[in-house]
């Protein structure tokens, strides 16, 4: 997106040396010519509306920065209201504020929960209003005390078949509903997931619609306590959000307000499963981790833009008979760590609609009881998910340190790029536990090959386990590494070598869980090899089929132009489209609000008395 | 140190099973009897004092928070002159007091400067206005456009030969000084390097002493623009601390304030060389190296504290039968990322004690005019300023992840720790600029193998090359390598291959300054390996003389107990010393602002018409 504030573009000659269409590749980034006008649209219309700037956020306290956010989250919901957007544009347009609000939350996960584990009857009731935003709902799940372990959840939801309630308790202050976003202080409503108990006997952990907030006055309804659980990593980043924290004290619910999609519990207390397969959940469960994977290649793409736009505006050492310095992109340091993240970024993209595909295709075969599939594809979205952010949170720090020292000051962008997006590698599924699942599939695979039970989908592979144990690594000279057909043979052949490693280690154990806790390590760099041929593959496929063009460092800035980013949406002074750097930097220091005066609030009191050695006799 | 406020040990269980004398380690890892006793004594006075209370500082607006500091900063030098303390003690006290602030600079590069670049006469004015802090200085050497780059630097200072003065001007805006802490806000002087300009001759450049602000009224003086540069990353964290932004319009000074150990400018405006070697430079990078690598060592076990301790408090999965489950510290693939930063901390510690040994060795030669091991400890140690850094940025992170959600939490203290240790990886020398550096001593070394010339210090292992080029890796089965023999030479062979296979492919180059550059991501590699080689071999030399016992699990928190660290300082909700983490976790949540008030500010302007549906009408 061409941001020419003052008409010097800085990067101009950079621009002219890219080798192939860049506006071609924008489509390609975007998903397609609908989606590109969309995103367009909606990045331009964020970029121009001063009720969206952001730039301030990182100085404000955390009352000011949460004030502002409801603000953003009101204007953006009025803007969708008025122009009457669809759910696609809304969506890109909550996006581009590119401010975590509580709204994320009711629209990401109370609405899908209800949609997903609501009976028909309760859609119809509480669907309504949420997407009139009449009632503002959070996701309750994670307490003081659990996290990924979902089963050791607390809370309980004890069935009064008296009154044909529930009645939602806090047992203890570890059951304490902890992190939740949009709980602290605004929602309404909640998700809330507790045990189910009935007549002292418990049935597993489920979902309850329950009001925490009055309508009429905001307030906590009795026996709630419901509060902010403070500061996080950063400035500004995800303190605008309002993670909360929550005990009941014995709340009664009607019985109505349980999840009952799956389960159902009757007048009489009776459970009674439904005929909904409960694989559904796993469905789900692909479809969100999906949208994380999305999400990587967007945080990964905004921090490479920013660390190759600086890479070549900045220019150190090298100089020559008075000439310009070297420009520090073209220093194979430089290259060797920003190339493969630029690459990575285009290749989560890929694995990102392939991963949507993968959605599509599992639903439809889930429509039709076709749960063959489902297990792969569960691992693979769930591996894949694990791979995709810790590889890009690692990576944008890496950004940050590309841009030098002055990648450590906020406006540089990539602290609270970084700050903000670190959460991904332990929500919606811890990362080591996650790889985890995927070595469970991968050892089970192993110990079914020879029985004739073919491997499907991404494990297809390790049905070509003798040709792979045995195999010679073709490659004699470094160029036989640019053999597309090698590098995939080659990252075959690791990943089966080192699942049939682990499983004959697990076949010395007598007790498999025993040894699958064990070597646990071993399992979870398995499952890295594994996920990361998945990416590799996806990627070559892409690149063979529609991407024409070859090598990086003179496409460079075109191939980050091509994410088509506002440098609103950056968010960046040192990447900002123009490149003009310096004069913007300087600008930007004299903001702070330090620089409000000459002689800063308390000189007078604690350093002037130094300065004239009156320390022993000044209260200090 | 003990902290039982109310005199339950959470952790009382895992302190019996540790299997060495914790008071005895405490004691080595001080450093000595007398060190541990000087730093457990400042360490509790700072602990005791509620002016240096720190656990809101994160909550903090810029100037609040900046105000904080200059009171702590002046609190600390009242402690230090009422109790007389000696600079050891003092030195201690700053370092618990743990906050950023301008006094680091005043002390640790200011003073030095002077001392190391000044005339005994030069020392004799302005060490003694400095000492008692008459005066309070900053070290001005980057500027916007050049940091690694130090010969690249703009700022000019110009010998007037009519008025005997310098005249110290910035002629770009990229020749800003741009970074320098204490700048921003509260030195009155700085050491300013510049450019000499003799008649149009350039003769390199040198440090200037600059007065920047009135001492009568603080403003800065004319001729000078000077202000704070603005947020840096993290809450909290180096936001304490101003660093500034500087640019001079043609300023005059004395020529007496140009530092003039080294090279003199007489009245006459004739560049005069002294005696002093110029290698002395030199010997205090080798100093100021060496305090950063045990200042990685004491962030890498702040942070291995925090999370070893929360590691054995956190329990999840695995309950059998009802039971407790499991300690998060007893599952391995937890115990496979944090234990090897739990002996890197112990690692680090050692290497920065002999790096100690290395520079006072160093110092005796030059007073000897022995100057022949001196490119290797500098080498040396600015290659292990570089991965030490490195390492423990990265490991600070890792121990946050190793704390899942709650790792994310400000209350937690990693994401301050991180944010704060950060900038080590780019001060005093880009870390990927020094391996770099490094690289040139091992390719030289390399290329004088079998000359005769017999590599000395840590690179003498380069000696035995015939032997480590062809020799067998001993290993037959996994329980080899618990033999230090072996893995020594395994790293040595490692190391020295890297350095061979680089230095045989620069040979290819005709022009070896290009083959340096073509070749640099490969060299820098070789550089690690040769880092992290005498990381292992320092290690292991320490282990095997001085310190008895075995294995890890069952003394890790007595290793971390070792630290001695109070719980003031650790600033961790976490990694409290009593291990009760959840009902602090949930007291502290209460003290954000944002629970001031159970209805947020804004709640009536921004949310309130969005569940009333009078968004269309009211104006937001």
Redo the contacts between chains.
């Keep these: 997106m061409e941001d020419l504030e003052g008409g010097v573009d800085f990067l101009a000659d950079e621009r002219k040396k890219a080798k192939f269409d860049v506006e071609a590749m924008k489509i390609f980034w975007a998903g397609s010519q609908h989606k590109f006008q969309v995103a367009d649209r909606m990045a331009r219309l964020v970029a121009s509306d001063p009720?969206f700037k952001k730039d301030d956020r990182?100085?404000?306290?955390?009352?000011?920065l949460?004030?502002?956010t409801?603000?953003k989250?009101?204007?953006a919901?009025?803007r969708i209201?008025?122009l009457r957007l669809s759910e696609e544009e809304a969506s890109q347009l909550r996006f581009f504020v590119d401010e975590p609000a509580y709204t994320d939350l009711h629209w990401g996960m109370f609405i899908p929960a209800i949609k997903g584990q609501g009976t028909e009857e309760q859609q119809r009731k509480w669907l309504p209003l949420a997407y009139?935003?009449?009632?503002?709902g959070c996701y309750a799940q994670?307490e003081?005390?659990?996290?990924?372990?979902v089963q050791?959840l607390e809370t309980t939801a004890t069935f009064d078949s008296e009154t044909d309630e529930f009645v939602i308790n806090s047992p203890t202050?570890?059951s304490?509903k902890w992190?939740p976003g949009g709980l602290?202080?605004?929602s309404?409503h909640a998700v809330v997931y507790a045990r189910l108990m009935i007549d002292g006997k418990e049935h597993g952990v489920h979902g309850f619609i329950v009001q925490l907030r009055s309508?009429d006055?905001?307030?906590?309804l009795p026996g709630i306590t419901v509060?902010?659980?403070?500061?996080?990593?950063?400035?500004g980043a995800?303190?605008t959000m309002?993670n909360g924290?929550l005990q009941f004290d014995h709340v009664r619910i009607p019985r109505d307000q349980m999840l009952m999609r799956v389960l159902q519990v009757t007048r009489e207390g009776k459970v009674v499963q439904s005929d909904v397969p409960r694989q559904l959940i796993y469905g789900t469960m692909v479809y969100v981790r999906q949208t994380i994977v999305y999400d990587a290649s967007r945080a990964l793409s905004k921090a490479v833009c920013i660390a190759t736009r600086y890479s070549a505006v900045r220019?150190?050492?090298g100089?020559q008979n008075g000439g310009r310095?070297t420009q520090v992109i073209d220093?194979?340091?430089q290259?060797?760590r920003l190339f493969p993240l630029l690459a990575s970024a285009y290749a989560f993209r890929i694995v990102g609609d392939w991963l949507n595909w993968l959605y599509r295709d599992v639903t439809e075969r889930l429509q039709a009881n076709d749960f063959s599939t489902l297990p792969e594809a569960h691992a693979c979205t769930a591996g894949l998910k694990s791979l995709t952010t810790s590889f890009t949170a690692d990576a944008i720090?890496e950004c940050r340190?590309l841009c030098?020292?002055h990648g450590?000051?906020?406006?540089s962008g990539l602290?609270e790029l970084f700050?903000v997006y670190?959460?991904a590698?332990?929500?919606e599924g811890?990362n080591?536990v996650l790889l985890?699942q995927v070595a469970r599939i991968l050892m089970k695979t192993v110990s079914q090959l020879g029985s004739g039970k073919q491997p499907v989908g991404t494990i297809a592979y390790m049905g070509r386990a003798e040709n792979l144990m045995q195999s010679q690594c073709s490659v004699k000279k470094a160029e036989d590494w640019l053999n597309p057909a090698t590098v995939l043979e080659v990252f075959e052949a690791r990943s089966l070598r080192m699942s049939v490693a682990c499983a004959k280690n697990l076949s010395q154990f007598s007790n498999p869980e025993e040894g699958f806790?064990?070597?646990?390590?071993d399992l979870?760099g398995a499952s890295v090899a594994h996920c990361q041929l998945i990416v590799v593959s996806k990627f070559i496929e892409k690149l063979q089929q529609d991407i024409p063009g070859e090598g990086v460092r003179p496409n460079a800035i075109a191939l980050v132009d091509a994410f088509n980013y506002t440098d609103h949406f950056l968010g960046s002074v040192l990447g900002r489209y123009d490149g003009n750097v310096?004069?913007k930097?300087?600008e930007?220091?004299?903001?702070?609000?330090?620089?409000?005066s000459?002689?800063?609030?308390?000189?007078h009191?604690?350093?002037?008395?130094?300065?004239k050695?009156q320390?022993?006799t000044s209260r200090?």
């Design positions: 009720v990182v100085r404000l306290e955390r009352k000011e949460f004030k502002g409801l603000r989250a009101a204007h919901w009025k209201v008025e009139r935003m009449q009632i503002i994670t003081l005390g659990h996290g990924s372990n050791g202050l570890t304490s992190w602290g202080k605004i309404t309508l006055d905001h307030l906590p509060g902010d659980i403070g500061m996080k990593f950063g400035s995800y303190n309002d924290v220019r150190q050492f100089s310095e220093y194979k340091t290259q060797n720090e340190k030098g020292g450590y000051l906020c406006s602290p700050a670190v959460p590698c332990t929500y811890d080591v985890l806790l064990e070597l646990s390590a979870v310096y004069p930097l300087y930007e220091a004299w903001k702070d609000p330090l620089n409000d000459v002689i800063p609030d308390g000189f009191e604690y350093v002037r008395p130094l300065l050695r320390v022993r200090l």
